[in-house]
């Protein structure tokens, strides 16, 4: 699909979708759990619907019903304290990285002898160390470095390692799947753990769920080891669960009100969220935009924009749509820690600073940082979303900033995380056509 956006400056209301990274926990959880249980879920996206997927393989009933969904859990045979689930099969992830990396451990730890698929990129984009992990703690693993990929064995008990510097759904991901052990686990990782709002993401779902982790930050010859030690309990229901709006998706219309004429305001926000992605609202203060925080809402006015420096070592998917800002912010924004961003749908380091320098945008790549010198006005042109959501989105947003017409090729990639994006677009009075290619 080709999106072609004749541009101009978006302004208004638009409510936060459901966030993504929430509902694959609380939905994995649900279907871990002892109960059925209602999952308060405002929207849906191609990644969620891939998890539901892999759960409704192992044998879980997930109900569509009008505000979210009603999780039936994955049904149990249970010997000597040892769960396992009762249906295996083939666990087709998409393009999610969360699915993969959450649900190959927890398919581990049900013992279910279970064969991932997936799509695009996803089967570049690694699982090492998480895989040494589960073979050293019995599992068997055929056909690693790609997808298919089938796990066999059950997932021992016992004490995991991992570094923190690769990908925090492996931590995640492993954490999903300790209660499924019966008996006390221990996660530790060493050196400063990157994306870590989304472990305390993890931490929350297991929370509602019943399960305790305590947590413990030590300095081991200077080196940072964080240790989450889980006591053995199970997933327990609580009847009720909502999901929260999603800050990573609402940041490309609050980047949106900082660049443009007009305020934006999102609404359906948690202020006191845990996700990382919340801290757009200090990275638009820091660019000079007027934030205004309202009761569940969160709104941004244009001013001048200046540059400074930031890293993204906690917020990888902000990256693009920050990039876009500092594109017409005055000065030069260098934005560092971004090595884990050539690991995302797209090398997006690389396509974030083509697709930007191809509207007009003056943006290189240097070593693991970005450097953007910002210009009055982008030019426009024609854009690649390179099979990545928030390339596409990033595209949509400079946009209202070119003083040419942009057109977006492969913009249907807004699916995995935003189906409707562009309906949204429209609501702030965005002109865009979408045009099947
Ligand atoms: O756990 C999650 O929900 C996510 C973790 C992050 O990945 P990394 O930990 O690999 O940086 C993030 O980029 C991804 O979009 C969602
Ligand atoms: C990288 C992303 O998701 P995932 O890792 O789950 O594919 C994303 O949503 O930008």
Sequence with gaps: MIARITPGTLSGTVPAIASKSVAHRVIIAAALANGTTHVICNTTCADIDATIRCLETLGARVERVEDGFRVHPIPKS?????????????????????????MLPVA??????ATFTGARRLGERPLDPLDRELIAAGCELEGLGALPLTARGRLRPGRFEL??????????????????LGQPSEIRVTGRIESKPYVTLTLQALASFGVPVEVEHAFVSETEVTCYRLDGSAYRTPGEVSVEGDWSNAAFWLCAGAMGTEPITVTGLSLSSAQGDRTVMAALSRFGARMR??????????DHLSAFTLSAQDVPDLVPILAAVASVAHGRTIIQ??????????????TTAGELTALGAQVRVAGDDLLIRGVEALSGGAVEAHNDHRIAMMAAIAATRCTGPVEIYGAEAVDKSYPLFFEHYRALGGNVELIDA
Excluded: N, W, Y
């Design 108 to 113: 581990c730890a049900l013992g279910a002898d």
């Design 78 to 102: 249970q010997e000597h304290g040892i769960l396992r689930a009762l249906a295996g099969g083939t666990l087709d992830c998409g393009e999610s990285g969360s699915t993969l990396r959450f």
């Design 293 to 302: 925080r309202g009761t569940g809402s969160a709104t941004a006015q244009p």
């Design 163 to 180: 570094p923190g510097d690769v990908s925090s759904q492996f931590i995640s991901g492993l954490l999903l799947a300790c209660p499924l």
């Design 337 to 350: 820690d971004c090595r884990r961003l050539r690991l995302k749908e797209s090398d997006r380091l690389t």
